[in-house]
């Protein structure tokens, strides 16, 4: 009896966690106005990953989410609804909601400073000029959680990041994202089932 009030009283946030459950967060911005673009490449990643595993999404607060099975894991998809710039606030709900810890979970982005098709993984850093990520940053109090950076590559004249960013793939970038996708989608998959420490000797590219 007295083991059972002190899990009640005394527990701190860690020991509840499910260290089964992963969140994979996609971040993009929502609307027709941004499909399609490379700022949304994170959206892309976690959609094909719940198409792949025949999973439906479903409108919940602060975004849409899914959930798959992998290798006995639980990964739970979210696409914000708060727009990229205000993307901590939807992966904290969830992220507290379904009792996952921190290191459990992956911030899927778009990277201006890889050629497109270069992944790479990452334990923690820097936001890198990313606003979805320095949100993050801001509303967990820290820059050590993971992230899946997906090139998108800087091929753009000076002045033109913006227009880059928030543009739509051209068709030869549209025939390489048929490779890069899956493979981000495999790493993701893999950052649950084997690590992150052995996922980044995995996939990540010199």
């Not at 027709?32 to 999404?57: L, P, Q």
């Not at 002045?159 to 739509?168: A, E, N, R, S, T």
């Amino acid at each position: 009896m007295i083991k059972f009030l002190k899990s009640l009283f005394y527990s701190t946030p860690e020991e509840n966690y499910d260290p089964m459950k992963y969140l994979i967060v996609g971040l993009g911005n929502i609307g027709s106005d941004y499909a399609g673009t490379r700022h949304n490449i994170g959206f892309d990643v976690v959609n094909m990953m719940a198409k792949d595993a025949d999973v439906s999404w479903k409108q919940e607060t602060l975004g849409d989410v899914a959930e798959l099975k992998h290798k006995g894991r639980t990964l739970v998809l979210l696409k914000p609804s708060t727009y990229m710039n205000k993307s901590g606030k939807a992966l904290k709900y969830w992220m507290e909601k379904k009792k996952i810890p921190v290191d459990n979970v992956l911030a899927v982005v778009d990277e201006l400073q890889l050629e497109l098709g270069v992944i790479r993984l990452k334990p923690k850093g820097s936001d890198g000029g990313h606003n979805g990520l320095k949100d993050i940053a801001e509303v967990l109090g820290s820059t050590k959680y993971s992230r899946l950076r997906v090139g998108i590559g800087k091929d753009f004249r000076r002045g033109q990041q913006i227009d880059h960013v928030l543009g739509k793939w051209n068709a030869k970038e549209k025939d390489e994202l048929i490779e890069i996708i899956p493979r981000a989608c495999e790493t993701a998959k893999s950052f649950a089932a084997i690590g992150l420490k052995f996922t980044m000797e995995k996939y990540n590219q010199k």
